[in-house]
């Protein structure tokens, strides 16, 4: 289990759309090998079938696919984006936290999502998150929240 | 006991996400209800006394008989206790 560990946040990123924003939170979980690159193929397919509804906040997108779609460690990104990019959210528009999310069929699915829920519950935590610049203030977020 | 669908498309993440502060939710009001979680598809074949979900999927589930309800930010407790006041009856 793997939760915005060094090397798993990026910061200021640019991206020119919704997908390149997906890509790059993939590719975070991609180059530390918990997932395999058929499950970035399979969250911008579950973008284009299902629509943006994992825009689930304001400014925060938790794009993701199935367990079998190529999952080797339950495991959480982070892409802070540099400038705002619109999903297509009604409500929640436009992103600046993308949180990829391998999911897995273990428990271990459930404790990622339980810390990731404990963290974006509290809006404090999320404007911290966004005017982070490194993982030495991601990390003290996540401290001060425990 | 009441029935709750929490829903999302794939049934992996965000209805996940949902049903832990929907529970948590529930659980302040002391109403007692078996929360389940589970993607767009098939929720509309499932029984349940009400469906919690985002404005994009809840076309997918128009002519369901379980109430509608929905939520927009997931992780806004405020506004998850006002749906749940609003819609669910406690009794």
């Not at chain 1, 273990?106 to 966004?130: C, F, M, P």
């Not at chain 2, 509608?68 to 806004?76: K, R």
Request: proline share 3%; charged share 20%.
């Amino acid at each position: 289990m793997k939760f915005l560990e060094e090397n798993m946040v990026q910061f200021d990123v640019e991206v020119a759309n919704a997908e390149e924003a997906i890509e790059a939170a993939g590719n975070l979980l991609l180059q530390q090998k918990l997932i395999e690159s058929s499950y970035i193929q399979a969250m911008k397919q579950a973008y284009q079938t299902n629509g943006p509804y994992f825009v689930l906040a304001p400014q925060i997108a938790i794009p993701h696919a199935r367990p079998e779609d190529g999952v080797n460690e339950a495991s959480v990104s982070l892409v802070q984006l540099k400038k705002p990019i619109p999903f297509g959210h009604a409500t929640n528009d436009p992103v600046r936290l993308v949180f990829g999310l391998g999911a897995a069929s273990s428990d271990e699915h459930l404790v990622l999502l339980r810390k990731l829920t404990g963290l974006l519950n509290n809006a404090d935590n999320i404007n911290q998150l966004i005017h982070a610049r490194g993982i030495a203030d991601i990390n003290k977020i996540i401290e001060m929240g425990r | 006991m009441m029935k709750v669908l929490t829903v999302c498309g794939l049934g992996q993440g965000t209805s996940l996400i949902l049903k832990m502060n929907v529970e948590q939710a529930l659980r302040e009001k002391g109403i007692r209800a078996d929360v389940e979680h589970t993607d767009v598809s098939t929720a509309s074949s499932m029984n349940a006394d009400y469906i919690i979900t985002s404005n994009e999927l809840s076309e997918g589930l128009i002519g369901h008989p379980a109430k509608i309800i929905i939520v927009n930010n997931y992780f806004d407790m405020e506004e998850i206790n006002q749906a749940i006041e609003q819609n669910v009856d406690s009794n």
